[in-house]
């Protein structure tokens, strides 16, 4: 079992930064791939970004390009998504998720945090 604790979400201008951090307390062995997904009410899911655990590749959304940033650190088992020029259309609840494969694919993703609110006022 893998168990992810997100912080750092909040209420931000148009513009603006926030950082998240997802924590991976515990035994992560297993886990190929990290990813950030968030969800806009009334709107599914969607991968926001991924990174493999060991290699640090990278995976962005089309939407997110240039202003997004993932990056972990393994020594801390954390994973962190830095989000510069923030719009509101980025306003959602984000989410953590750890997953033994790597994939772009929510549904093969094995476990999800509790996800924390990101809202971008205009």
């Known amino acids: 079992q893998v168990q992810l604790v997100e912080s750092g979400g909040g209420l931000v201008p148009a513009g603006g930064s926030l950082r998240l951090s997802c924590a991976a307390p515990?035994?992560?062995?297993?886990?190929?791939?990290l990813g950030w997904f968030r969800q806009a009410s009334g709107k599914e899911r969607e991968l926001v970004a991924f990174i493999t655990w060991s290699g640090g590749n990278t995976y962005y959304a089309d939407s997110v390009k240039g202003r997004f940033t993932i990056s972990r650190d393994n020594a801390k088992s954390t994973v962190y998504l830095q989000m510069n020029s923030l719009k509101p259309e980025d306003t959602a609840v984000y989410y953590c998720?750890?997953?033994?494969?790597?994939?772009?694919?929510?549904?093969?993703?094995?476990?999800w945090g509790q996800g924390t609110q990101v809202t971008v006022s205009s």
């Open positions: 998720a750890a997953s033994t494969t790597i994939t772009p694919r929510a549904h093969e993703y094995d476990y």
């Open positions: 515990g035994r992560t062995f297993g886990v190929y791939a």
